[in-house]
């Protein structure tokens, strides 16, 4: 299997680039630019959610704590 080489993390996550500026936070591990509020908000950008996913499978979802 070849994986691509993670990018720096001065370059944004590809989700950060579509969706509007608002939107945009950053990455709760890598403190990467990724579309973390807002509907399809993430908090973790593609690259520290792949592992998550690996270990608990496609159905893995966050609970937001906020009040």
């Given at each position: 299997?070849?994986?691509?080489?993670?990018?720096?993390?001065?370059?944004?996550?590809?989700?950060?680039?579509?969706?509007?500026?608002?939107?945009?936070?950053?990455?709760a591990g890598c403190q990467r630019k990724t579309h973390k509020?807002?509907?399809?908000?993430?908090?973790?950008?593609?690259?520290?959610?792949?592992?998550?996913?690996?270990?608990?499978?496609?159905?893995?979802?966050?609970?937001?704590?906020?009040?």
């Open positions: 299997m070849m994986t691509t080489p993670i990018p720096p993390i001065a370059e944004p996550d590809p989700s950060a680039l579509t969706c509007p500026g608002d939107r945009v936070g950053l990455c509020y807002g509907s399809g908000g993430c908090p973790l950008c593609q690259w520290c959610m792949a592992p998550v996913m690996e270990q608990w499978g496609p159905t893995v979802r966050y609970v937001s704590t906020r009040a």
